[in-house]
């Protein structure tokens, strides 16, 4: 998406149009060669020698053209796959070939603050970990950096840390933006050969997860404070692997094996598809699952296709995936007309208001809504502020020479967007009663004012874009895992980046107020990094693990969707530092759920590159793998049952007493055996198993529960959630 973290319009289009495009391309005598990725067997030789395999392979299968030419990476550092330009039969023939486990074709992902952090409680002045937070690396796998960011300035930062493997390549690195690479195999030219950013988007997350701490940040004056990340002394990697285009896949690979080899502690990627793809047939799963069997934690976003049901577009539960939520802090703009009406709407409006007002004027046949305005005459605009039928980027009025744009649309009235003219987005009730104004009054004016910041006491309410779950893939993994801020958020930004979404902006700016689930990712990211700080030998899942059990229950009286809108519940750093015990696990417990979810051995070699085998442990299903929050999806009209088994690692006090509190929706029976857990020593493992049973629900239902773990100074809350099908 151009402007990635705004969800709706043309960047939403675009999402959905370019992969299907790329995909549906049929195969003729001219045909082009196409990227495929290559899954090969288990990783047995050195790099070298695995590239001149690599190269011998596609000898075998290619017709007219070198092997050198058709190969566009060899991932030989933490897992053994190629990616290679192959027509159709060069690609059949492949797959057929020994040591080859499959052969799928690339596709294209799009990407998807600072009040924030103190709006989690997680103030400037928080306790922290200093030499150790500074030997904290996240790789930031994006559209690149804007290295000149008063945000990556690196005064009293020292030099990286000595385990630190990675490289500046074509960008001046410092001491806070230690490694800077770059992935442009599908060769785009309108940006240069370098890790710079272009878009913005890459800039803003990598400033919201370790940007130190820059006073008098505001766009034009909006949202001002202090902008800071999460972790100010931590490092950062970037590898830029989104072009204009969007994010090619085999980058996507190569990006993280890299970063694994580069030796970063936590990967942050606000990027996705706007649906979810099988673990095998996914490049973010695959690299991820190599990450988690490093040590490194993927965290990721949730994707902006919401509010929609089943649009979650990272699932795997090896990664850490989050919803986007509002802070107290929200941007509002308003519309004043010549009678004196005044309507609220939604916009990062940050044109000074006019001393004057303008002509306010529709277009179309007189029926309402009138016309969109993506078609408009220029000389019947110009000067003029108008009223369109439907909400764009706002491109079309400003080419037109529109004073302003007053834009309709009901689904995304939580969250404001950035235009390149004087803009305000109102619901259609609204603009009914505006486009009678219109017609009504002699010489109807308007005026937009600039917008402000006001207080929203209902935050955090998960935004309408958010992604849904449930989880398309493995349904009784619950996703989202987790709500962070990704509502207004303002962060560092490219001069070169595109203020609004569209093309045509000409405001350059260093710090940009935009939302989407690619700024709650980076918040989730940074809090994961704060807990390594503390914990540096911690296990993904741990660290997981203690963000999920301590995060602040959100209210479900605001989210008819409830856990399948927000997780867990909204991010508490602070909390995450000392959860008492965690759910943890390795990369054996996720073989063995795929495996119990009916995966077989050659699916399972693609994501983990090796010949695993599970061993034979009866009726299990993917509510034994051993994940903090519980989902159970059971058939409609039907009576249910079903049983989550659990096991805590004690990471508290040595000798402590656990008792669980459970609070239940009132058509669920939760039950946990036993109720009364003794450690008595760190790092002790107790398991547990929860029953959950109830009569028959609707279709479209879903009934919550927590199960909670309490020590008297812990509270170790995992979220439950039962949930019917639903129909759209
Ligand atoms: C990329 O495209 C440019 C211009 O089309 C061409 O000159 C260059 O050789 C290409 N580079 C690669 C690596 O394909
Ligand atoms: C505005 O006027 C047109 C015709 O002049 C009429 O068809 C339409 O219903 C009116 N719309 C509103 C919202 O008053
Ligand atoms: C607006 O942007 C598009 C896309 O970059 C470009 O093709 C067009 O020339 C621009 N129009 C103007 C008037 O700047
Ligand atoms: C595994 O499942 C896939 C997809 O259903 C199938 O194509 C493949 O043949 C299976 N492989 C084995 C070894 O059973
Ligand atoms: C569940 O019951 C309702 C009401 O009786 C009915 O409309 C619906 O079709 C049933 N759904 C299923 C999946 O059986
Ligand atoms: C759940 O576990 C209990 C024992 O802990 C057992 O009695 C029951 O049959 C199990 N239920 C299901 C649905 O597996
Ligand atoms: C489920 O919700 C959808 C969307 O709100 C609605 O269209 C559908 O009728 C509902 N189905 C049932 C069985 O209630």
């Not at 058509?667 to 857990?677: A, E, I």
Request: proline share 6%; aromatic share 8%; net charge neutral.
């Amino acid at each position: 998406m151009a402007a990635y973290g705004s969800p709706p319009f043309s960047h939403l289009l675009l999402a959905i149009l370019i992969p299907i495009l790329l995909l549906t391309a049929t195969a003729d005598a001219n045909e082009e060669r196409k990227v495929y990725i290559v899954y090969m067997g288990h990783q047995t030789s050195s790099s070298s020698s695995t590239e001149a395999e690599h190269l011998n392979l596609l000898k075998q299968v290619l017709e007219g053209c070198a092997p050198c030419d058709s190969l566009v990476y060899s991932y030989t550092k933490s897992f053994n796959a190629l990616a290679a330009k192959l027509l159709t039969k060069e690609m059949e023939k492949l797959a057929g070939m020994k040591g080859v486990v499959s052969v799928f074709p690339s596709k294209i992902l799009h990407p998807r603050t600072t009040r924030s952090w103190d709006f989690l409680g997680f103030p400037a002045t928080v306790n922290r970990n200093p030499p150790l937070e500074s030997d904290v690396i996240v790789g930031m796998i994006d559209t690149g950096i804007w290295p000149e960011s008063e945000s990556f300035n690196d005064q009293g930062l020292g030099p990286p840390p000595r385990k630190w493997k990675g490289d500046c390549i074509n960008l001046k690195c410092n001491n806070k933006i230690i490694g800077a690479r770059y992935y442009n195999s599908l060769n785009d030219t309108s940006q240069e050969e370098s890790p710079r950013d272009f878009n913005g988007h890459g800039t803003h997350t990598a400033s919201t997860v370790a940007g130190k701490s820059v006073q008098g940040a505001s766009l034009y004056g909006l949202a001002g404070g202090t902008a800071r990340g999460g972790v100010p002394s931590a490092r950062l990697a970037v590898y830029k692997v989104c072009w204009s285009f969007g994010c090619a896949e085999q980058d996507i690979l190569a990006a993280f094996d890299d970063a694994i080899a580069d030796g970063v502690d936590i990967i942050s990627i606000s990027i996705g598809y706007p649906s979810a793809f099988d673990y095998f047939l996914d490049a973010m799963a695959i690299g991820s699952f190599h990450a988690m069997k490093k040590g490194v934690l993927t965290s990721a976003s949730g994707g902006n296709s919401g509010p929609y049901h089943g649009t979650v577009g990272n699932v795997a539960p090896w990664m850490l995936v989050s919803a986007a939520s509002s802070t107290d802090r929200h941007i509002i703009d308003k519309l004043v007309t010549g009678d004196q009406r005044c309507v609220v709407g939604a916009s990062v409006n940050t044109f000074a208001t006019e001393k004057e007002s303008y002509p306010f004027v529709y277009f179309g046949d007189g029926s309402f809504p009138p016309a969109d305005c993506t078609q408009l005459d220029e000389k019947l605009v110009k000067g003029k502020i108008v009223l369109c039928g439907y909400i764009d980027d706002g491109t079309g009025a400003y080419l037109a020479g529109a004073k302003g744009a007053v834009m309709l649309n009901d689904a995304f009235l939580d969250t404001s967007f950035s235009f390149p003219l004087p803009a305000i987005a109102i619901s259609y009730s609204n603009g009914e009663k505006l486009m009678q104004y219109i017609n009504k009054t002699n010489n109807p004016v308007a005026n937009i004012h600039k917008s402000e910041a006001v207080f929203d006491p209902k935050a955090p309410v998960v935004g309408s874009f958010s992604s849904r779950g449930p989880n398309t893939i493995t349904a009784d993994i619950l996703k989202p895992d987790i709500s962070a801020p990704g509502i207004d958020i303002l962060a560092a930004w490219s001069k070169l980046g595109k203020v609004s979404g569209s093309p045509n902006d000409t405001r350059s700016v260093e710090y940009n107020i935009i939302s989407g689930t690619s700024m709650a990712c980076p918040h989730t990211s940074g809090a994961a990094a704060y807990v390594k700080s503390f914990h540096p030998s911690w296990s993904p899942a741990a660290i997981m693990s203690a963000l999920m059990t301590t995060a602040k229950p959100m209210n479900p009286s605001l989210h008819p969707d409830a856990e399948l809108a927000y997780g867990a519940g909204q991010l508490n750093p602070v909390k995450a530092v000392d959860p008492g015990l965690v759910f943890d696990a390795a990369d054996t417990d996720y073989v063995q759920m795929l495996c119990d979810e009916g995966y077989n051995k050659s699916m399972i070699r693609i994501i983990t590159g090796d010949d695993r085998c599970c061993s034979s442990l009866g009726r299990r299903t993917a509510r034994d793998l051993n994940y903090p929050s519980m989902a159970l999806h059971v058939a409609s009209n039907e009576s249910f049952a079903g049983n989550f088994t659990r096991s805590v690692t004690n990471v508290g006090d040595a000798c402590s007493i656990y008792r669980v509190k459970i609070k239940a929706d009132g058509r669920l029976k939760v039950v946990v055996n036993p109720k009364t857990l003794v450690f008595t020593k760190p790092d002790e493992k107790q398991g547990f198993v929860v029953s959950v049973s109830g009569g028959p629900m609707a279709t479209n239902s879903t009934a919550s529960a927590s199960i909670v773990w309490l020590d008297g100074k812990h509270s170790v809350r995992s979220a439950m959630v039962v949930y019917t099908d639903f129909t759209s």
